[in-house]
């Protein structure tokens, strides 16, 4: 467990990203070049935030400024992670 924590810290990516209409979402980038879209609940004021996944990843990225044009969920989870 220890070398695979070593591992996504090396090459893994984590970021949290918000949309104009003010919803939050964290992107996993994962080693293997996979990637995850989660959105945040909104809470009860309480330290922990909670995280659900997306269904339909794409609208989400592209809400978040990137071109889908020829393009897998993971390629365009990697860009938007690499370019900001």
Do not use: H
């Amino acid at each position: 467990m220890r070398t695979q924590a070593l591992s996504f810290r090396g090459k893994g990516c984590v970021r949290e990203f918000m949309t104009d209409d003010g919803k939050s979402y964290i992107i996993l980038g994962f080693p293997d070049e996979s990637a995850l879209v989660l959105q945040k609940v909104r809470g009860k004021g309480e330290a922990v935030a909670d995280f659900n996944p997306v269904r339909k990843q794409k609208q989400i990225l592209e809400k978040l400024g990137i071109d889908k044009k020829g393009k897998n969920t993971y390629q365009m989870a990697w860009e938007l992670l690499k370019e900001r």
